[in-house]
């Protein structure tokens, strides 16, 4: 068994943002394709949204690292046509953008899905008998193709949310998770499917299949790779793979030296840091950050490793909500010092600042002077020509005389 070497939790922390790719500065000149999928390829993911209050949380995941880009590249890689596809949409985690060389790294899943192991496989059986064979022939005659284009019959009357599902629905959506069918294209954020020998290069396809051990073993790297220092649960959980089977994979790459087992201070249990993880003296970043930020690592990871407590608060009620409806963590140094409740007055062409608040023990004065030069990139690259700020939360005062 390898012994395990203390860690300082600042050097955590330096060390998940320099594998994140913050210690890289931004690019100086045009941003191209190949900055995106150096990012992506880095991180791992790109976590989709579809709330479009600011824009859809995707792009700025990439605006975080590479500052101001064109998002048209983004959609180009994610949803172009024949080879200038390099990401495809899957389950990594959540619904994620990958890097179309993943795809070998999922089909276990796919397989697994259609053994009847996915969380809609109750509905599949309340299809009327045949119903699957029929959607995916019509995928097959006129695709790409929208589930509302092939028809709405299941739906229940008077909305009923986001999961609300036709028949047809229900349908793509088991042809996808299984792999039959992919997203070929994104118009309005509508997802339409079409079957995925057409969407995705034939190179990618024609790759080998690894076997479901060696899959998770290289998703734990690559979950590794990205994080730079984890628990075994945050390895586990960058692609929600099975317990049993990462424990055994994550002790096996231990023992080849590619985890080295740390004690972070103020961690629980075991860590391990990515044997070829860099391992910064100084980290200063300064940016906005997606909600869905893959730095945070999820609701447990966050405040181990910021001592941060991250709030996605769209989803609670307005009366429960403490800092506002649609809240990016700013990032000032090596932590989140602030969040920032944003909006996007595209009519009035002018970035609201819907209320700011400062994290405890900063500097209110320097954080507000900095988060104003990070507000106006984010506004020039929104095409809006003017911030407005309504003074709401600490930082409001501060902000409006920025």
């Known amino acids: 068994m390898r012994t395990s070497t203390p860690l300082s939790a600042a050097a ?13 500065p931004r ?15 880095r991180v791992g993911y790109l976590q989709l949204d579809a709330l479009n209050v600011l824009c859809r949380m995707h792009y700025a995941t ?8 064109p998002r048209r590249l983004l959609d180009r890689l994610a949803w172009g046509d024949g080879r200038q596809r390099a990401l495809f949409e899957y389950w990594g985690n959540a619904a994620t953008l990958l890097p179309v060389s993943m795809h070998p790294l999922f089909r276990w899943r796919m397989k697994r899905a259609a053994e009847q192991e996915w969380s809609g496989s109750a509905r599949i059986a309340q299809l009327p008998a045949g119903y699957v064979r029929e959607v995916l022939a019509v995928v097959a005659e006129r695709g790409p193709i ?10 229940r009357p008077g909305g009923g949310g986001m999961f609300n599902w036709s028949h047809a629905k229900v349908a793509l959506e088991w042809l996808f998770i299984t792999g039959q069918v992919s997203i070929a294209a994104r118009p309005h954020f509508t997802r339409m499917y079409d079957l995925t020998e057409r969407v995705l290069p034939p190179e990618v396809l024609a790759m080998p299949t690894p076997t479901e051990e060696d899959a998770q073993r290289e998703l734990i790297r690559l979950a590794a ?3 730079g220092v984890a628990t075994a649960a945050d390895l586990r959980n960058h692609w929600f ?19 080295l087992p740390v004690r972070v201070e103020g961690w629980r249990g075991p860590a391990y840091v990515w044997h070829q993880a860099r391992i910064p003296r100084r980290v200063h970043v300064r940016t906005l950050l997606s ?5 945070f690592g999820g609701q447990l990871r966050c405040p181990r490793l910021f001592q941060f407590d991250h709030h996605i608060e769209f989803y609670k009620p307005k009366e429960k909500r403490v800092y506002g409806y649609f809240v990016l963590p700013f990032l000032l140094g090596d932590r989140p010092v602030g969040r920032v409740d944003l909006r996007a007055d595209r009519t009035g062409s002018a970035l609201v600042v819907q209320a700011a608040h400062a994290e405890p023990g900063v500097d209110e004065a320097e954080v507000a002077a900095e988060l104003a030069v990070e507000l106006r990139h984010m506004a020039d690259w929104l095409g809006l020509d003017r911030i407005v700020v309504t003074g709401r939360g600490s930082l409001g005062s501060a902000l409006v005389g920025s």
């Open 241 to 259: 793979l099975p317990a049993s089977e990462s424990k055994v994979l994550v002790a096996s790459l231990v023992e080849a030296g590619e985890l």
């Open 27 to 41: 690019p100086a000149g045009r941003v191209d394709a190949r900055h995106i999928q150096r990012v992506v390829n």
């Open 291 to 295: 909600p869905f930020d893959p730095v």
């Open 12 to 24: 955590a922390r330096r060390i998940a943002l320099a594998a994140q790719g913050f210690l890289d």
């Open 225 to 227: 790779r990205a994080l």
């Open 62 to 69: 990439l605006f975080g690292r590479l500052g101001p880009y």
């Open 146 to 155: 929208s589930a509302g284009e092939i028809g709405t019959e299941g739906r």
